[in-house]
């Protein structure tokens, strides 16, 4: 959804920009270009091994476009405020975050973000955290495991599948996960595992954002954003969970003004490319001027 993020953004040569999920860089090379000459790019991540990827591409762009100047940081994006008064900024005009885990992400086999591949558990967006998916499905307790599935992930059979991992890692630890998937197909009616969409793939959404902290996340970023704006800036999310999608909706509502008062959808075309961009809702606020 390039086209349409660089439309919501309004962006002008000079202004300073924060990409609060810079992945692969993918938008943030065109922001860059969109602010130049003169502009400031602030990229930030929890991934540290996408921060790699990103760097080489701003790098090239840097050196293309006059007087751009890019800064990346090994953060999460609840953390910009602080990222902005270290670097000397007294605020930002336009803040971008791409919520959910990232192709290059689901791609690596051994982040065992996907059911795909047997890997291991980890699920970590930041490898530098303590708690992996393997670690939190051996700590957490029934009743939180079954409300993570079911509000998590839409998962119907929330009750079973998490009395089965419960019953399953008294026997054993589960540390794969191919592991987790044959315990999910054993706790599940038949008719269950022929649906058009993987029968593992609520649990595995869930569990990804028990361990990161998503939601949590997303409620101190977008209250990060606010605070860093200037008056008149402009925050634009791209959100692909419902539960993300109704947090943004409510904060964007009750906090900002809105320049559209519908989410933007990806177009026909692009959701043949990318699949995934069925799910994409992108919202925007304005930061509302002072009284």
């Given at each position: 959804?390039?086209?349409?993020?660089?439309?919501?953004?309004?962006?002008?040569?000079?202004?300073?920009?924060?990409?609060?999920?810079?992945?692969?860089?993918?938008?943030?090379?065109?922001?860059?270009?969109?602010?130049?000459?003169?502009?400031?790019?602030?990229g930030?991540?929890?991934?540290?091994?996408?921060l790699?990827?990103?760097?080489?591409?701003?790098?090239?762009?840097?050196?293309?476009?006059?007087?751009?100047?890019?800064?990346?940081?090994?953060?999460?994006?609840?953390?910009?405020?602080?990222?902005?008064?270290?670097?000397?900024?007294?605020?930002?005009?336009?803040?971008?975050?791409?919520?959910?885990?990232?192709?290059?992400?689901?791609?690596?086999?051994?982040?065992?973000?996907?059911?795909?591949?047997?890997?291991?558990?980890?699920?970590?967006?930041?490898?530098?955290?303590?708690?992996?998916?393997?670690?939190?499905?051996?700590q957490?307790?029934?009743?939180?495991?079954?409300?993570?599935?079911?509000?998590?992930?839409?998962?119907?059979?929330?009750?079973?599948?998490?009395?089965?991992?419960?019953?399953?890692?008294?026997?054993?630890r589960?540390?794969?996960?191919?592991?987790?998937?044959?315990?999910?197909?054993?706790?599940?009616?038949?008719?269950?595992?022929?649906?058009?969409?993987?029968?593992?793939?609520?649990?595995?959404?869930?569990?990804?954002?028990?361990?990161?902290?998503?939601?949590?996340?997303?409620?101190?970023?977008?209250?990060?954003?606010?605070?860093?704006?200037?008056?008149?800036?402009?925050?634009?999310?791209?959100?692909?969970?419902?539960?993300?999608?109704?947090?943004?909706?409510?904060?964007?509502?009750?906090?900002?003004?809105?320049?559209?008062?519908?989410?933007?959808?990806?177009?026909?075309?692009?959701?043949?490319?990318?699949?995934?961009?069925?799910?994409?809702?992108?919202?925007?606020?304005?930061?509302?001027?002072?009284a």
């Open positions: 959804m390039l086209a349409e993020c660089l439309e919501v953004m309004d962006l002008a040569p000079g202004m300073t920009v924060i990409d609060g999920t810079l992945g692969a860089a993918g938008h943030s090379v065109s922001f860059g270009q969109a602010i130049a000459p003169g502009g400031r790019l602030v930030l991540d929890r991934d540290e091994e996408i790699q990827h990103a760097e080489r591409a701003l790098r090239e762009l840097q050196a293309r476009c006059d007087g751009l100047q890019i800064s990346l940081h090994h953060v999460s994006f609840a953390e910009m405020a602080r990222i902005l008064e270290s670097e000397g900024l007294d605020g930002c005009d336009r803040v971008f975050l791409d919520l959910g885990v990232s192709s290059l992400q689901l791609d690596s086999i051994p982040r065992g973000f996907t059911f795909m591949h047997d890997a291991p558990l980890d699920m970590r967006m930041d490898r530098q955290s303590a708690t992996t998916a393997e670690a939190w499905l051996r957490v307790n029934r009743a939180d495991l079954e409300r993570v599935l079911r509000d998590y992930g839409g998962e119907k059979f929330a009750r079973r599948i998490a009395g089965a991992i419960v019953e399953a890692r008294r026997r054993h589960i540390e794969r996960t191919s592991q987790l998937v044959d315990i999910i197909a054993k706790a599940l009616p038949a008719a269950a595992r022929r649906q058009r969409i993987h029968f593992a793939t609520r649990s595995f959404q869930a569990i990804r954002i028990a361990v990161n902290d998503e939601l949590g996340m997303l409620e101190r970023g977008l209250e990060a954003a606010l605070r860093c704006l200037r008056p008149g800036g402009r925050l634009a999310v791209i959100a692909f969970h419902s539960a993300e999608d109704r947090i943004c909706k409510r904060f964007l509502r009750e906090r900002m003004d809105l320049p559209f008062r519908k989410p933007i959808v990806a177009g026909a075309a692009e959701v043949l490319r990318n699949p995934r961009a069925r799910s994409a809702r992108l919202r925007c606020g304005v930061k509302r001027e002072v």
